[in-house]
């Protein structure tokens, strides 16, 4: 288990799944996220997770606040041992907890985990460019703007970009050492 002060990040368990369907229904939640254009079925869910366990450059966690209630995912794409690097996805999906930090902590808590334990070196990510909360949260977490996909992503009648962030492991520790 990795620790926040607001979360906790677990093993994905069953359970989670369903709670995760349920989240991926509200198209509000699925505004922000580019992998899902419709809501998934549990089964489209079950079986996408399976072939995650399966991969060794993927990783799945469930986010938990304080009192072990599910309200979202975090996980690791694309892990490149040779060149120390991942790039990390996350979703708050119980919207009561939007804007109250937790999003933020649980970055924060895997940053941590990621570059003291792991010894990564590089953390990416990519957000739509109208997330503009998601946005202003990585930025609060030390990731920096590293460029964009121009009109990579179509929703609502027209393309949007894709935002590439960043943040090395000396800019973690450089950050952490202001504060």
Not at 45 to 55: H, P
Not at 86 to 98: E, H, M, N, T
């Amino acid at each position: 288990m990795i620790q926040g002060e607001l979360v906790d990040i677990v093993a994905y368990r069953p359970e989670y799944i369903d709670l995760a369907v349920e989240m991926l229904s509200d198209p509000e939640v699925r505004r922000y996220l580019p992998s899902f254009i419709w809501p998934p079925g549990a089964s489209e869910v079950r079986d996408w997770f399976q072939r995650m366990e399966g991969d060794p450059r993927t990783r799945n966690f469930a986010i938990l606040d304080k009192s072990g209630q599910f309200i979202g995912n975090i996980g690791l794409r694309n892990l490149n041992w040779q060149s120390r690097t991942v790039d990390l996805v996350i979703f708050i999906g119980d919207r009561r907890f939007w804007g109250n930090g937790y999003g933020r902590d649980a970055i924060c808590a895997v940053l941590d985990h990621l570059f003291a334990n792991l010894n990564l070196h590089r953390v990416g990510l990519q957000v739509l460019e109208y997330n503009e909360r998601a946005i202003r949260c990585y930025q609060a977490c030390g990731f920096v703007v590293e460029g964009r996909s121009r009109q990579a992503h179509y929703a609502n009648g027209r393309y949007w970009d894709l935002i590439q962030m960043g943040i090395l492991k000396d800019e973690w520790y450089a950050r952490r050492d202001m504060a």
